[in-house]
């Protein structure tokens, strides 16, 4: 493998290590500078390989600050490598992957065309928010699942007579398929989000899960509203304890306390996003993608 160069981003260092330990591949690391009006400035460390890179970065907040980064390193690397893969394990943008309102611009049709015209000929990301999102790149991508990865961390907690729950319907899928991997049941709720305040609702009436820990499964948690109001439900519910199982764990603002608050026992993230939740490694399923 040291006919490849993984290109870290800031956003991913750790994983980028990680990840070139795994696969004996040359790490180049890059040295960030931020000037007074938020420019990126970007210096790379290392060899190039010239025949394949792998770009890995993030794009969590700051959003627009990590694609810059993203597509410069990409572009940097096309300069050289023959093959650039980019991976993107939490791709940011990925939920505005359709018209939901008349008039808004979806942006991933965007970032398709961008990471495209960097130079990139793959794009893979870990769990995107919906495969839609990848419909708008004209290069190949690849969507990976962290789900087993999470799994095997929540079976060794001792959980009693657990079950899986999907906030919404649209979690639907992934509720499942973490369930199968679990080898248990679960169910997914009614949730509606008002598209102009971003507010959300559990429309769900009653469920039976007294005296059941419960694993709240989501792609993602940004402002926590989702978790809140399902756990918030759930415990009128009357069920035991209600942990969160999440792949990319954003926690913006004061979200984690209102999770906390809310009643949920842990947040359980993996390292596409770097914090204090992120407990689950996915450098192994990051390697099984590339090679
Ligand atoms: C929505 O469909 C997603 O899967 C997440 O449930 C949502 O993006 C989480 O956002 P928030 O934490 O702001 O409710």
Not at 233 to 246: D, G, M
Request: hydrophobic fraction near 40%; glycine fraction near 6%.
């Amino acid at each position: 493998m040291s006919n490849i160069s993984i290109i870290s981003g800031k956003s991913s260092e750790d994983l980028a290590i990680k990840l070139s330990s795994k696969i004996k591949a040359n790490l180049v690391k890059s040295e960030i500078r931020i000037f007074a009006d938020g420019e990126s400035k970007i210096t790379l460390n290392g060899k190039i390989s010239k025949k394949k890179s792998v770009v890995l970065q993030s794009i969590y907040p700051p959003v627009d600050t990590n694609l810059i980064q993203a597509l410069s390193l990409i572009s940097k690397a096309k300069e050289i490598s023959s093959e650039v893969i980019a991976v993107i394990p939490y791709m940011g943008y990925a939920r505005q992957d359709r018209e939901f309102l008349p008039g808004e611009i979806v942006t991933m049709k965007v970032l398709g065309k961008l990471f495209k015209g960097a130079g990139a000929s793959k794009v893979i990301a870990v769990d995107i928010h919906s495969l839609i999102g990848f419909k708008h790149f004209n290069i190949k991508t690849k969507n990976v699942t962290a789900i087993p990865d999470l799994v095997r961390y929540f079976k060794k907690l001792r959980l009693k007579n657990p079950l899986v729950v999907s906030p919404d319907q649209g979690g639907k899928e992934r509720a499942r398929e973490f369930a199968r991997e679990f080898g248990i049941e679960y169910i997914a709720l009614e949730k509606k989000r008002d598209r102009k305040t971003g507010k959300v609702q559990i429309q769900t009436k009653n469920v039976d899960v007294t005296e059941r820990d419960l694993v709240l499964v989501d792609d993602m948690i940004s402002t926590g509203g989702s978790i809140v109001k399902a756990t918030q439900f759930l415990k009128k519910q009357k069920c035991k304890r209600v942990y969160v199982a999440c792949t990319h764990a954003l926690l913006m603002n004061n979200a984690e306390n209102e999770i906390k608050k809310a009643g949920v026992t842990k947040i359980v993230s993996t390292n596409t996003i770097p914090g204090k939740t992120s407990v689950v490694d996915i450098s192994d399923t990051i390697a099984k993608s590339i090679v």
